[in-house]
T-cell receptor, first 115, second 107 residues
Framework: DAGVIQSPRHEVTEMGQEVTLRCKPI?????LFWYRQTMMRGLELLIY????????DSGMPEDRFSAKMPNASFSTLKIQPSEPRDSAVYFC?????????????FGNGTRLTVT | KDQVFQPSTVASSEGAVVEIFCNHS??????FFWYLHFPGCAPRLLVK?????QQGRYNMTYERFSSSLLILQVREADAAVYYC????????????FGQGTTLQVKP
């Protein structure tokens, strides 16, 4: 089991540029979550999918943020245009609903720095 | 509003038992989840459930709206961020996390 795979591990970009973060969930998992981690707010849920369909995007901070899940093995989180306040660690996580109360399995995260 | 609350920092000495407290205002949440996070790594589940439970040196207490994580025989290597989370209604898998508690361990 390779776990949840995120890329890139680190991203440094200039304000105004487009940023795309990628995630491959654990095979067979039907839920996928995007979280943002900051010192002030901890882990904030941005959006989550069930069977590739977005269920709740109420945590997406602004229209500059968008997420897609074109198939069961891939998701992207895009920020366009990026701003310095978007600097944070972004985590992707997946889970399987067929096991009752299933915990989330996290990737190693993408550390985004916007200058 | 659905929220989870935990202290920002807890300090302990090596060898002691440390307690990290958590409470919530999440609608219809019955399960707590405790995660350990070292910077640069994936947050890792330590213990979960809707009743008191234990996994190795990690004990979880349980009340309807609160839980504590107790770490036995604390070591310097336990210094990290500990997240408490609750799952809301409908068992969607969606976890609501607290701000995280940074554990400081003094030798």
């Amino acid at each position: 089991d390779a776990g949840v795979i995120q890329s890139p591990r680190h991203e440094v970009t200039e304000m105004g540029q487009e940023v795309t973060l990628r995630c491959k969930p654990i095979s067979g998992h039907d839920y996928l979550f995007w979280y943002r981690q900051t010192m002030m707010r901890g882990l904030e849920l941005l959006i989550y999918f069930n069977n590739n369909v977005p269920i709740d995007d109420s945590g997406m901070p602004e229209d500059r943020f968008s997420a897609k899940m074109p198939n069961a093995s891939f998701s992207t989180l895009k920020i366009q245009p990026s701003e310095p306040r978007d600097s944070a660690v972004y985590f992707c996580a997946s889970s399987f609903s067929g096991q009752g109360i299933s915990p989330l399995h996290f990737g190693n995260g993408t550390r985004l720095t916007v200058t | 509003k659905d929220q989870v609350f935990q202290p920002s920092t807890v300090a302990s000495s090596e060898g002691a038992v440390v307690e990290i407290f958590c409470n919530h205002s999440v609608s219809n949440a019955y399960n707590f989840f405790w995660y350990l996070h070292f910077p640069g790594c994936a947050p890792r589940l330590l213990v979960k459930g809707s009743k008191p439970s234990q996994q190795g040196r990690y004990n979880m207490t349980y009340e309807r709206f609160s839980s504590s994580l107790l770490i036995l025989q604390v070591r310097e290597a336990d210094a990290a961020v500990y997240y408490c989370a609750c799952m809301g209604s409908s068992n969607t898998g969606k976890l609501i996390f607290g701000q995280g508690t940074t554990l400081q361990v003094k030798p």
